[in-house]
């Protein structure tokens, strides 16, 4: 394990990655044997100036399973790195992105589904193409912390139940006590339980990634304003709270933690709500014929009758 620059970025698709490393270097660990027993047992392979090469040892293969999604995080972060994609490329694991990365860039980079690519499964109707925003995502968090708050609640976690495309984040600070009641049920079994907030997330996501298009489009739209809402408020709610937490931490805490059970509870109802108005969607929409016919020049029409789901929802 090697610490990471606070000035780069690092996206990879869980692939290996270190190639050479110095073991006596600051900010580095490692096992005792990783050097040697890949020597002793003859399988160590070495570059050009005489380092053992960590990668070609212990992997040394490439898969565009993996090493695509390394690719879509330059294209992403730092275009300027990137270049179309070469399935024989060791993609840099540490790099600068080519602009500040916000909080929004990463929700969107947990969506991504190599949209404008070739590699877009939904683009190219290809079922072999991993992503990043696949549909078995069974969860996806965003750590932010923040140096110039007290120690106890300086980490925010961005936390996203289900698969974040079609779901939404909602922020957590760690100085909470509690999470809303849908939140904190846990079941060993699997079965449906949509009194459970991670599958009334999930059964959304799964009925609007039937046709992102005209089914998932309005769901996206609509948590992507909840997010920006959230995002732009935020900061405010934790200047409240640094400045109650001086006086009496408890207060602080249970400040927050009413923020947080009542944007958890807003998103669960909402989630419900969506599923609800979305299934009636598609049970009024479940038809195969698609344009609408004249009976005065007996001819069917030229554009499709349907529009593409839009929530009543508004947000608040």
């Not at 991670?198 to 996501?205: G, T, W, Y």
Request: charged content about 25%; aromatic content about 12%.
């Amino acid at each position: 394990a090697v610490r990471m620059p606070e000035d780069r970025v690092a996206v990879y698709g869980n692939q290996f990655m270190l190639r050479y490393l110095d073991p006596e270097a600051e900010g580095v660990l490692h096992s005792p044997g990783l050097f040697t027993v890949p020597e002793e047992a003859g399988l160590a392979v070495y570059g050009e100036d005489g380092r053992m090469d960590l990668f070609r040892t212990y992997a040394g293969n490439l898969s565009d399973y993996g090493n695509r999604r390394t690719w879509i995080g330059h294209r992403v972060l730092a275009p300027s790195t990137a270049g179309e994609y070469d399935g024989s490329t060791r993609y840099d694991l540490f790099y600068a992105p080519d602009k500040k990365v916000s909080v929004n860039d990463l929700m969107a980079l947990t969506r991504n589904r190599f949209e404008g690519t070739a590699f877009s499964p939904d683009e190219t109707g290809r079922g072999d193409l991993r992503v990043i925003g696949t549909e078995s995502q069974g969860t996806a968090h965003i750590l932010q912390v923040f140096d110039d708050l007290p120690a106890a609640m300086r980490a925010v976690g961005w936390l996203c139940l289900a698969n974040a495309e079609h779901s939404v984040y909602l922020p957590v600070s760690s100085l909470i006590t509690d999470t809303a009641e849908s939140f904190r049920r846990d079941s060993q079994e699997r079965s449906y339980q949509p009194e459970m907030a991670s599958i009334a997330f999930k059964r959304l996501c799964a009925l609007a990634e039937q046709d992102r298009a005209y089914y998932g489009a309005g769901v996206r739209n609509y948590w992507q304003g909840m997010e920006d809402k959230l995002l732009a408020e935020y900061p405010s709610v934790l200047t409240r709270a640094a400045g109650m937490y001086a006086a009496s931490p408890e207060d602080a805490a249970e400040y927050l933690t009413e923020y947080t059970t009542g944007a958890q509870e807003k998103a669960f109802k909402d989630a419900n709500a969506l599923f609800e108005e979305l299934l009636w969607y598609v049970m009024d929409h479940t038809d195969t014929l698609k344009y609408s016919f004249s009976y005065d020049t007996l001819t069917m029409g030229d554009t499709p009758t349907q529009a593409p789901f839009v929530p009543s929802l508004k947000l608040d």
